[in-house]
Every structure is written in structure tokens, then in C-alpha cells.
């Protein structure tokens, strides 16, 4: 191995236990709790060697986010794939959707609810993001006919996340939610 491949591979691995580190302190004590100088000692690497591989604490929430971008895609994927027909992958989708936010609280923050320099809506997406939105329009495609496809997932996305969102800020009540969610299903799988 070269003395260039090898310090590849050590600078993959150092950027793998930095947000590694910042997902786990997200997730123990919120995002707050996630300092660079908290992370270097976490890691046992200085600020600078982390300053060497992200700009700031911003730039290590977005690679945090787009490692969710993934684990999402990949959710919504087995969703869409398990469901006996198009009426039930909408159903299945909503769920794995919603369970994906209840289960991550902070992950989904870094997705969808802070500030991160992400390109949303443009050329730039990052992938897994655009994997996740187009597996969102396959699961309402059955149900388009002439609608704008893309209208339609940006509305069935923004009822997910409203209700994600409306949940976990205790604006709604919890004994709700599968009759919302239900509802929600209802009116995109007509």
C-alpha cells in the first residue's frame, strides 16, 4: 500500500469518527451539545485536525444529515418494495417515513429542521436525497394521473414533515396520530 493510500484511508476513517461522534452527541444531548472542541476531545484528535476535514460544526451536521439522507432512502425503499399494491406502499411509506423521525430525533434535526449549507430543490442535491424524494414520487405516482408528479411529493413530503414536525413540538396530541397519518394516506392514495 502507498504511503498516498494509506493517508487517504486514515483521513476517510478520521471524517467517519468525527461525524460518528457529532451523531452521537446529537443524539445523547441534542445538538447544542455539539461543539468542535467537544468532538476533538471525543475523538482525541486536536480542533485543528478537525478544522481539516469540515469548515465548522454547520458542515459536520450536513455530512450527519446526508448519512440520513441514506438511511432514509434506503427506509422508504424497503417500505415501497414490501407493499402488496400502490394503496398500501403509500400507507407503508408514511409510516417508515414518520417511525424514521421518531426514531432519530436528532438525525432528522440535521435533515430537515436546522441550518445546513444543503442544496434542497436544485441540480446540486446531494444524492441520497434525491434517492429519497424520487422513491416519495414513485410511491405517489399510481395516484398522479395529470397532476404535476412533482407538486404531488412536495405536498405528500410537506403532510410527513408537518406532522413529524406538529408531533414532536407537542402541537398535536400523540393519540391523534395514527388517525392524521391515516387521513394523510387517504387523500394521496385516491
Known amino acids: 500500500m ?41 475523538i482525541e484528535y486536536s480542533q485543528p485536525v478537525l478544522y481539516s476535514h469540515f469548515k465548522g460544526k454547520d458542515a459536520i451536521m450536513a455530512a450527519v444529515a446526508v448519512e440520513g439522507f441514506a438511511e432514509l432512502a434506503t427506509a422508504l425503499v424497503t417500505a415501497r418494495a414490501a407493499a402488496a399494491d400502490p394503496r398500501q406502499a403509500v400507507a407503508d411509506v408514511a409510516a417508515a417515513y414518520v417511525a424514521f423521525a421518531d426514531q432519530r430525533p436528532a438525525l432528522y434535526d440535521a435533515m430537515f429542521t436546522l441550518a445546513v449549507d444543503l442544496p434542497f430543490a436544485s441540480s446540486d442535491v446531494p444524492t441520497d436525497l434525491a434517492r429519497g424524494f424520487a422513491e416519495l414520487a414513485e410511491t405517489v405516482r399510481p395516484f398522479a394521473g395529470d397532476a404535476d408528479l412533482e407538486i404531488l411529493t412536495e405536498t405528500f413530503w410537506s403532510g410527513l414533515h408537518g406532522l413529524v414536525t406538529l408531533m414532536r413540538s407537542a402541537r398535536l396530541r400523540r393519540e391523534g396520530h395514527d388517525r392524521r397519518l391515516a387521513a394523510l394516506v387517504d387523500r394521496f392514495s385516491r
Open 2 to 42: 502507498s504511503t498516498q493510500t494509506r493517508r487517504e484511508r486514515e483521513r476517510a476513517e478520521r471524517e467517519r469518527a468525527i461525524v460518528a461522534a457529532a451523531r452521537e452527541l446529537a443524539l445523547a444531548e441534542g445538538w447544542d451539545a455539539v461543539t468542535t472542541r467537544r468532538l476533538a476531545a471525543e
